[in-house]
């Protein structure tokens, strides 16, 4: 059996295709959709976000070609709390065939997980593990110990960060003050314990600039293991503020230039909270967990 699994988040439409025989990605698609774009100050999701959801997914379609396989499309935290969810899923499903489920932050943490431990057992890594899911529009942190899951969403992403500051100081103020409920939900494990796991756009950008890929040559082979420094951070950190807007562009992508920042930020301060040195880079993330789940 295949699995064309989908996950439209807050910045990005994940699909991958996934042969449940093989256990391995036939084909993939990313997109980068902004889909909580201007979410924040309207409480809606835009015309112009559904219109670049359609017609991303329809893109795929052509390329991936969702006949032959089973199709489950999972949507997150901009869909949760646009006033316009049902309108905007119904539109899109007319428009494309692709009919999305609203996750909870509880499903999308274990389905994420699920995935990165899948991946961490490849790497031969069998411990318990602190997981962080960066998002556009929230930031997950999810604890796999002893068999057992905890996982908790924060409203704290990368897209609505950066649509409600102008500057690099505001995105540190914002951050400080919204990652207060991460801490506390961190007081409750021995972090120090934990090997220390990141997936999303973030990380995985920021480990293929250490490999020195850019956006069009980035290869999720390459980039899944790569383990980065707290010291790297603040080194890819300041490199990113260093460009143009055209080589940062060639760095991580069109329509993702400017909010990388506000990731790294986010991500930066994760260690911090976790009082870790060093992070684990796996790209598999929710949409893997979607795909294994179904098979």
């Known amino acids: 059996m295949r699995v064309v699994a989908i996950d439209l988040g807050s910045n990005s439409l994940t699909i991958i295709k996934y042969d449940c025989s093989s256990k391995e990605v036939i084909a993939n698609f990313l997109k980068t959709v902004r889909t909580a774009d201007g979410l924040v100050d309207s409480g809606v999701i835009s015309d112009d976000a559904v219109s670049r959801v359609i017609l991303a997914l329809n893109e795929a379609k052509d390329m991936l070609d969702f006949s032959d396989a089973k199709l489950k499309a999972v ?9 316009n969810a049902t309108e905007v899923i119904d539109k899109i499903y007319k428009k494309t065939g692709v009919k999305f489920k609203v996750i909870s932050p509880k499903e999308e943490g274990e389905l994420t997980l699920k995935a990165v431990k899948n991946r961490l057992e490849l790497l031969g890594i069998n411990s318990n593990f602190v997981l962080v899911d960066i998002g556009g529009g929230s930031t997950e942190l999810s604890y796999y110990i002893d068999g057992k899951i905890y996982s908790k969403s924060f409203e704290l992403g990368i897209v609505t960060t950066a649509n409600s500051c102008n500057s690099l ?19 409750e494990f021995n972090n120090k314990e934990l ?3 990141a997936t999303a756009g973030t990380p995985t950008t920021l480990a293929a600039m250490k490999l020195g890929l850019t956006y069009e040559t980035y290869d999720a082979n390459k980039v899944t293991g790569t383990k980065l420094s707290l010291k790297e951070i603040d080194f890819y950190l300041n490199r990113l503020l260093s460009m143009n807007k055209k080589e940062r562009q060639i760095a991580v992508g069109v329509g993702r230039d400017d909010l990388i920042v506000a990731g790294v930020i986010i991500f930066k301060e994760i260690y ?17 967990g979607v795909a294994i789940s179904e098979c």
């Open 272 to 288: 911090k909270i976790l009082e870790k040195n060093e992070s684990i880079v796996i790209d598999d993330g929710l949409s893997m």
């Open 169 to 187: 100081k505001e995105i540190e103020d914002f951050v400080a003050k919204k990652s207060k409920e991460i801490k506390d939900f961190a007081k």
């Open 195 to 197: 090997i220390f796991s």
């Open 75 to 83: 949507t997150t935290q901009a869909l949760r709390v646009a006033k």
